[in-house]
Nanobody, 127 residues
Framework: QVQLVESGGGSVQAGGSLRLACSFS????????MGWFRQASGKEREFAAT????????DYASSAKGRFTISKDNAKNTVYLQMNSLEPEDTAVYYC????????????????????WGQGTQVTVST
């Protein structure tokens, strides 16, 4: 039973940076897409960034462009989210997710596309 485990969350001041990591335990697990989603208190969970596991093509939410960078290390079974210039509005629980299938018409930002989710890691940005 493969699991996704997030790490790197914490509390920072506005303008600071954090680097999140998400690793999976099974060496034979072959995701097609890995993604980061976040949920702020009282709001719906939303797309932040995704990356194709093999090709490395990334997609970002408009709120993340220019500030967040998603990357991967296939040998370490790990995907990262580097977050710079953090703002109080970035405060949320950040979830790692994996898509295991591929087909035409899929959208990286569509949450039902993902088969496996981590437990989440809290990010708090204060003024």
């Amino acid at each position: 039973q493969v699991q996704l485990v997030e790490s790197g969350g914490g509390s920072v001041q506005a303008g600071g940076s954090l680097r999140l990591a998400c690793s999976f335990s099974e060496r034979t697990f072959r995701p097609t897409v890995m993604g980061w989603f976040r949920q702020a208190s009282g709001k719906e969970r939303e797309f932040a960034a995704t990356i194709m596991w093999n090709a490395g093509i990334a997609d970002y939410a408009s709120s993340a462009k220019g500030r967040f960078t998603i990357s991967k290390d296939n040998a370490k079974n790990t995907v990262y989210l580097q977050m710079n210039s953090l703002e109080p509005e970035d405060t949320a629980v950040y979830y790692c997710a994996a898509r295991t299938t591929y087909g035409s018409g899929w959208k990286p930002y569509r949450q039902p596309e993902y088969d496996l989710w981590g437990q989440g890691t809290q990010v708090t940005v204060s003024t």
